[in-house]
């Protein structure tokens, strides 16, 4: 078995905390670049050349921990897609700002703070998202498609996030609607 510490040539990018009943996980990249993964156990950590087709990542875990397990992601690398809907995070940090062009992660629990370093996202799919606050989206400025889907969101919070992204517009395109185009202003328009 290996010991830790545990040396790596990259510096951290993201931090994901889950449940230690987990016997195994996954996720799922494209891009380009170079990852390395700590996937929170014995095992030695795993180097991942990322390419331009969407390849799954799959870890057994080989030792119980107590706690929370705690998987790092360690790397130079641009996503084309990222989705750690398998791992079912309780906790998501993001440790520097991270290219991610498409974005997934559904059906869990958690604040998404984390969201305020993606950088260059067009597409974020949380499909069965429970949230307290919607808000940070706002950080996405490239965004154009949000799917929330089947989540335990409540009225209030969506309304909360879509007058602060009224508020906080800035240098955004402008929504479009079979063909016609909405601007985003001081108010709301219903279609």
């Known amino acids: 078995q290996q010991v830790y510490p545990k040396e790596f040539t990259q510096s951290l990018l993201i931090e994901l905390f889950l449940s230690n009943t987990k016997i195994s996980v996954a996720f799922t990249a494209a891009g380009h670049g170079r990852i390395e993964v700590d996937w929170g156990d014995n095992a030695a950590p795993e180097s991942i050349a990322l390419g331009e087709s969407t390849q799954r990542y799959t870890h057994t875990f080989d030792s119980a921990v107590a706690g929370s397990r705690r998987i790092r992601l360690y790397g130079d ?4 897609e990222l989705d750690l809907s398998d791992t079912a995070p309780s906790e998501v940090y993001f440790l520097e700002p991270l290219r991610v062009e498409k974005f997934t992660l559904r059906n869990c629990t958690l604040d998404i703070g984390f969201l305020q370093l993606l950088e260059e996202t067009y597409l974020v799919d949380f499909q069965g998202l429970r949230c307290p606050d919607l808000r ?7 965004l154009m498609s949000l799917d929330l889907r089947a989540g335990n969101i409540k009225p209030s919070t969506l309304d909360a996030y ?8 800035g240098e955004r395109r402008n929504c479009c609607k079979n063909g016609r185009i909405l601007k985003v202003g001081r108010s709301v328009t219903a279609l």
Request: charged share 15%.
């Open 77 to 80: 690398a641009e996503f084309r």
């Open 136 to 142: 940070p989206l706002v950080a996405c400025h490239g």
């Open 162 to 169: 879509l007058l602060y992204l009224v508020r906080h517009y």
